[in-house]
């Protein structure tokens, strides 16, 4: 069975479609070990197998060359897109832990990926302002601390070339957006974001249930 971490989906049906998806390998399945033995109650963080695959088949078709993640924690997601890129592309990953980047390094070396992969630890937004003013990106993929999503989102969005699209992680946070009464702050940052991105005249998006939801954006021609 593939591994999945479905928070939206009824058990059942996010069980018959991790059955019937393509399972992890022995690579993908060691990171998943390793990120449940080595970071504890942290594990919940990491995507699923199928949103991995999903960013892998989508990194592939879109022809990827470059990419940048926000918040890369143990390297599930970092190590689905580079697989999906294209010849000589590159991922630039932004996190600030020394700790669980430490296993990403060890299973990207593994994948035979770890060339593809600029790792830089430092709050995000410093590294994207740092950044050559002209630096465009094909696909970005955000999965760090909630409050901080529209400065990710504004940062990045000028960033993105034409066609291009932006993944954003954990955009239905357990179907807590929906409970009125769940006033917690990440969940009230969540709804915010939500509701910002669906009133942005400058992109398309869509919401997909898998996960805890990845909302994928594309700037408007």
């Not at 070990?33 to 995507?47: F, S, V, Y």
């Not at 302002?129 to 990045?156: G, M, R, S, V």
């Not at 509701?195 to 994928?216: E, F, K, L, Q, W």
Request: proline share 5%; net charge negative.
């Amino acid at each position: 069975m593939a591994a999945t971490r479905s928070y939206v989906v009824e058990p059942a049906l996010a069980a018959y479609i991790a059955e019937h998806s393509t399972a992890p390998d022995h690579v993908q399945q060691r990171l998943m070990n390793a990120t449940e033995e080595r970071t504890g109650g942290a594990a919940r963080m990491q995507i699923g197998n199928d949103q991995g695959s999903f960013f892998e088949m989508l990194t592939r078709s879109m022809g990827v060359t470059r990419a940048i993640e926000i918040g890369t924690f143990t390297g599930y997601s970092a190590m689905s897109i580079a697989r999906g890129l294209a010849p000589g592309g590159s991922l630039i990953c932004c996190d600030v832990s020394e700790e669980w980047t430490r296993i990403a390094r060890e299973h990207w070396e593994l994948a035979g990926v770890a060339d593809r992969i600029d790792l830089r630890i430092a709050p995000a937004l410093d590294t994207l302002a740092a950044l050559p003013a002209d630096q465009q990106f094909d696909l970005a993929f955000i999965d760090a601390d909630k409050p901080n999503y529209p400065h990710y989102y504004e940062a990045l969005l000028p960033r993105i070339r034409a066609g291009g699209v932006i993944l954003v992680d954990n955009t239905l946070w357990s179907r807590q957006v929906l409970d009125v009464e769940a006033t917690e702050h990440d969940t009230v940052a969540l709804r915010a974001f939500n509701r910002m991105v669906a009133a942005d005249t400058r992109v398309r998006c869509v919401i997909i249930p898998m996960g805890d939801g990845v909302t994928m954006i594309q700037p408007v021609p």
